[in-house]
């Protein structure tokens, strides 16, 4: 079983849609979440991190983290075409030595 | 702030040769991690140091080594290329103590072994 897992996808959605990408993971002990955009050629780009149960907003964004099920996701409202990326979960926190990356979900928005 | 810079951005090798990355991180963090990142493997942790001291290290061959200066900015080395080392080099820098918080990449070093 791999650390974390995620869907590579593609997820496509429409724009102005909610787009769901989940991730989970299998260290009980990861207590801080970070969700990366990374752009074709580009680079990670740190968007979200969610730190307790719950929800988390920013703007579009939304971060629910479950722990009790290892189970961390990111809610992207009124989807654009700009949002169009691989959205990297990265599970962390006190006692780990790294962020360990999840391989990624593609998401596509079609205009 | 400045960001993460990383240079060279691009780097033609020839197998057998050795390679030098530099990342200067963004002002005041003291933590710098590198990562390598290629399609089959995704990113992957090869080092991190704080403080000038290596304090946590991936699993990959020796020929991986790395180092921190006084002013935190950062080298990695690569011996004796192999094909599979082409790939995306990553420099990430935290402004924490801890290594496994918040990081902010650089633009990356594009290797070509040949």
């Known amino acids: 079983q791999k650390e974390v897992e995620q869907n590579s996808g593609p997820l496509s959605v429409p724009e102005g849609a909610i787009a769901s990408l989940n991730c989970t993971y299998s260290?009980?002990?990861?207590?801080?979440f970070f969700w990366y955009r990374q752009y074709s050629g580009k680079s990670p780009e740190l968007i979200m991190f969610?730190?307790?149960?719950g929800d988390k907003e920013d703007g579009r964004f939304t971060a629910q983290l479950n722990k009790a099920s290892q189970y961390v996701s990111l809610l992207i409202r009124d989807s654009q075409p700009s949002d169009s990326a691989t959205y990297l979960c990265?599970?962390?926190?006190?006692?780990?030595?790294?962020?360990?990356f999840g391989s990624g979900t593609r998401l596509q928005v079609q205009p | 702030k400045a960001g993460v810079t990383q240079t060279p951005r691009y780097l033609i090798k020839t197998r057998g040769q050795q390679v030098t990355l530099s990342c200067s991180p963004i002002s005041g963090h003291r933590s710098v991690s590198w990562y390598q990142q290629t399609p089959g493997q995704g990113l992957q942790f090869l080092f991190e140091?704080?403080?000038?001291?290596?304090?946590n290290k991936g699993n990959f061959p020796g020929r991986f080594s790395g180092r921190q200066f006084s002013n935190s900015r950062s080298e990695m080395n690569v011996s004796t290329l192999e094909l599979g080392d082409s790939a995306l080099y990553l420099c990430?820098?935290?402004?924490?103590?801890?290594?496994?918080?918040?990081?902010?990449f650089g633009p990356g070093t594009r290797l070509t072994v040949t």
């Open positions: 260290d009980r002990g990861s207590q801080s």
């Open positions: 990430a820098s935290s402004p924490g103590t801890l290594p496994a918080y918040e990081q902010y």
């Open positions: 990265a599970p962390g926190g006190t006692g780990r030595r790294a962020l360990t």
């Open positions: 969610i730190y307790s149960n």
């Open positions: 140091y704080f403080s000038e001291t290596q304090r």
